[in-house]
Nanobody, 118 residues
């Protein structure tokens, strides 16, 4: 079992920055691909970013490339999402996700709300 707890959301003006954190506990953190998915009001969840178990490979949705950076700290069992140049359309609940481990399971946090005002 893997538990994920997100933090760092809040209200920010357009052009501002936020850093989201996701602390994991339970099974081996380094075994999983970690990622962020978001869900805007009235919309379906959409992929934001992924990082490989080693941290050597990262993947981003086209709409956040160049603005968001995903990283992970194995010593702290934490994955981060640095979000810069935020836009109102980035407003969403952001969920942390762990997947791709040997157990074949996908784990989710409860989400953290990011609101970007224009």
């Amino acid at each position: 079992q893997v538990q994920l707890v997100e933090s760092g959301g809040g209200l920010v003006q357009a052009g501002g920055s936020l850093r989201l954190s996701c602390v994991t506990s339970g099974r081996t953190f380094s075994s999983y691909t970690m990622g962020w998915v978001r869900q805007a009001p009235g919309k379906e969840r959409e992929f934001v970013a992924d990082i490989s178990p080693s941290g050597g490979d990262t993947y981003y949705a086209d709409g956040v490339k160049g603005r968001f950076t995903i990283s992970r700290d194995p010593a702290k069992n934490t994955v981060y999402l640095q979000m810069n140049v935020l836009k109102p359309e980035d407003t969403a609940v952001y969920y942390c996700n762990a997947h791709g481990g040997a157990d074949g399971m996908s784990y989710w946090g409860k989400g953290t709300l990011v609101t970007v005002s224009s």
